[in-house]
Each structure stands twice: as C-alpha cells, then as structure tokens.
C-alpha cells in the first residue's frame, strides 16, 4: 500500500509541474508581449481609453463618426462633433466585437462579434435598426461601394449578403461554395457586381452578385 501511495504522489507531483511550467511560460510570454509594447515609442497625437480590454476593430464615418470594438463584448460609437473622449453610444455583443463598418453614406453602423452576431444602428438616431444572426462565426464584414449591402464571410463557408431598408432586410442572399471551407476573406470588385471570396483551401471563387 505504501508503494502505491508514493507512485500516485509522484504522479501527481509530476501533473502539477507541468501545469506550473505551463504557467510560468504564459507569464514569460505576457510578460515579453508586455515590454515589448512598453518599448514601441508613442506617436500618437491623441489616446482613447474607453475599453476595458484589446481593441480589435476601428473605423470612422468622415470627419464627424468613430467607432472600435473590443475584447470586452462591447463597441463603441463616437461623435467627434460632441467629444473626442466620450461615446455616445455604447453597444452590447455577447462576443469579442471584432468588425466595426460604416456605411457609404455614413447613416448606419454595423459592428459584428466572433459569434456571428451583427447589430446596425442608426447614426441619425443612436437605435438599433436591425439584429443579424444567421451566420456563424465571422471571418470578415464590409459594406457596399455605394448602396446599403451588407456582405460577410463565415466559418461554414458561407458569404452573406444583405440589403437593408428601412424597418429591415429587405432582401438576403447565400453564396455557398459547397467544400464547407472557411471563408478567410472577401473583397468587392470595383464594378460592384461581383465579390471574389478566398476559402481556407486556397480556392478562390468569383461571385456574381446578381445571380
């Protein structure tokens, strides 16, 4: 019995030292990520710290609008004709907000999380004009060129396309390359007709929107 007590210690001590060297490393890491940052010289001409966690998406409407999402499941608005430090709009994701777009005409907002979920708001207004949760997790996100379509790309493989009207969708479309491969990324061509889509395979496929 006491042999088989001593072997279980040992394994047990051998599991938490490799959980301690596991966790040594991930500080190590940090804290070179860390210095590294705190090494990098500070250019900037102004600072905004509104998140509480890593900012992972920025855009601006013009002169007037800005908007960032962040780590803390949250984005962002800022009208920079009322202050250069102060939302005024915070908006609620239940993921990581990691896509912030403006429309052409910088009326609408569309901020999207890692889940897939999407909210546009409204900038005339600061409301919700719709929520979008068909696809799964977002690869990419952007407007049209010149009207209010809303594209994305997702994990299944998937590129969505959505018009937006007035109180809703008017109109959504799918464009499935079938392999069930990620969607990575998606640009729309300058005609405006067509969106190439490049996949995890390394397949790329032409869209036509139309069709």
Known sequence: MDEDHRMEDESLNEVDDEENEGLTEKRDREDEWADYRNALPDDSVGTLECHQK????VATGGSRWMATGGEDD????FDLEKSESEPVLEIAHTDSVTYVAFNKTETLLATGDMSG?????ELSTL????????????????????????????????????????SGVAQSKIYSAG??????????????????????DGNLRLWALKE
């Open 54 to 57: 890593d900012v992972f998406a």
């Open 127 to 166: 409301q919700r004009r719709i929520e979008l949760d068909d696809s799964s997790d977002l690869e990419w996100m952007f407007w049209h060129n010149t009207s209010d379509i809303l594209f994305a790309g997702d994990k299944e493989g998937l590129v969505w396309m959505w018009l937006i009207g007035n």
């Open 117 to 121: 979920k999407i909210y546009i708001t």
């Open 74 to 77: 949250r984005a962002l608005l």
């Open 179 to 200: 392999s069930g491969a990620r969607c990575t990324c998606g640009v729309l061509l300058p005609d405006g007709k067509r969106l190439l889509a490049g996949y995890e």
